[in-house]
């Protein structure tokens, strides 16, 4: 249970069906499973793993109470209450969790376990496969879309030209004396700024270079502001969606001040500013191990890692979807994971000097 790591914690109530009462605890999810324990005894109420879950609904108790509900394969419902900092933030992660779980699971697996195997399982892998289609397939027509901006500039270029010629030789088949032939020369105002406006998208279309993009839980403002979408990393900075694709916002690499690896699931972009409020985003990913190597190369100096996720990482064993990142990891991050050790170990050095001499 190596990847079994816990994500996050909520404090809630959970209905004890034996005993028909609510009892107060914290709900805690992993990886691989959720946990409930009670806040007096710190008793394990329940544990079941994420793969078990046939359904998870928003529900009411009582028609007042808003609660969260988990249905188990064999049946059996568990009923979640005063959930902080508010349900729908709760639902949306665990269901993101859960959703990429199944999506994940290895076909040999679900050819081995095929007599368990139910109809929303089946529809969930053909959902998947078509979403992941349809992600290559508007890469393609972005990619054409790029080419056909390119081709319009360069005939905008040639058009250009063309005029440019075409005023020379009225000029040089004028007589001397024809007054109006120097304006012949003024080019219209409009002309040069359409053309570099032109060259300046399509410059700007080409460095749009997309090197991962994950799904994800976006946090806003507060932790109860909360929405399904997705996080992409570029070559030039890094976008966030909304779940219907649309932009939410972008960070220019140049433009992102700080951001903090929580844990190896959860991270937190910012963009200072003076005298209006900072941009701040908080994500939760299943995939986020996956994203963050990728960042710190690209923002090496703005990314705080905890050294207890550090020593977290180096110890565990790799899981089968991240043995492809390993020999990647080893080549670029291993120089920058052994300068931050020199530099903690020379500010630990200087400090015992200090206290030395007083």
Known sequence: MSRDICVHTWPCSYY??????????????TSLSLKFMTDKTGDTLVHFPLSSII??????SRF??????????DHVK????????????????????????????PAAAMEASSSHVTKGQELTG?????????????TVLHHQGEQLDSIASGLDKIECDLDVADRLLTELESPSWWPFSSKLWKMPSDTKPSLDSSMASSKALGKEGIVIRVPA????????????????????????HGSNSSLIHRFEKEDVDD???????????CQRFTGKPDIAFRLISAKMPEVIPILEV????????????????????ASPEEKDYSVWHAVFLWPLTQHRTQKLAQKRAEKGRWYHLV
């Open 16 to 29: 004890l069906e034996l005993e028909k009462r609510w009892i107060p605890g914290k709900l805690s999810l």
């Open 55 to 60: 359904e998870i609904k928003k529900e009411a």
């Open 64 to 73: 007042i109470f808003r609660s969260l509900t988990i249905l188990e394969k």
């Open 78 to 105: 568990h009923w979640f209450s005063a959930l902080q900092p508010g349900r729908d933030a709760v639902f949306q992660v665990i269901e993101h969790f859960w959703r990429e779980l199944l999506l994940s699971q």
């Open 126 to 138: 053909l959902m998947a496969c078509s979403q992941k289609r349809l992600e290559d397939a508007a």
């Open 217 to 240: 839980v976006i946090f806003q403002r507060t932790d109860s502001h909360v929405k399904p979408g997705r996080l992409t990393v570029l070559v030039s900075g890094l976008e966030i």
């Open 259 to 269: 951001i903090k690896v929580h844990t190896r699931y959860e991270i937190s972009i």
């Open 298 to 317: 690209q923002f090496s100096k703005k990314i705080e890692l905890l050294e207890d996720d550090l020593m977290l990482r180096s110890t565990r064993t």
